[in-house]
């Protein structure tokens, strides 16, 4: 290759990673791959209800408050509440948000 396509390359290379950063920046959330560590990394308290039964809950004051802050801001920017949870493929638990604080649920194993 000759010194002359160098800038010209570096164009296309610059143009590339603008693009991709564009194409990353207004892709939905529930379009991107979430590891579930990212909420899995959070501790959630155990408690049983009427309505729910087993589920879990975790709080700001009793987790490291970047993961926190982290983990609701997904889960509010996908409106993940108790008729709408969000979980990914391969998850264990399904999340949602309630009262600034993140509820999680073992999701139903599938059959079929």
């Known amino acids: 290759m000759s010194e002359k396509n160098g800038p010209m390359l570096q164009f296309i290379v610059d143009l590339r990673q603008a693009c991709d950063g564009y ?6 959330i529930e379009f991107k791959a979430i590891p579930e560590t990212v909420f899995s990394c959070l501790t959630f308290e155990p408690h049983t209800g009427e309505k729910l039964r ?3 809950l975790a709080q700001a004051k009793n987790n490291n408050q970047k993961q926190f802050d982290e983990a609701s801001k997904i889960l ?3 409106n993940a509440t108790i ?3 969000f979980h990914q493929p391969g998850y264990a638990f399904s999340y ?3 009262n600034q604080a993140i509820f ?3 999701l139903k194993q599938q059959t079929g």
């Open 83 to 85: 008729n709408h949870r």
């Open 104 to 106: 999680r649920q073992t």
């Open 96 to 98: 949602w948000l309630f």
């Open 76 to 78: 509010s920017e996908v």
């Open 54 to 56: 087993e589920y879990e």
């Open 23 to 28: 194409i990353e920046s207004v892709t939905p």
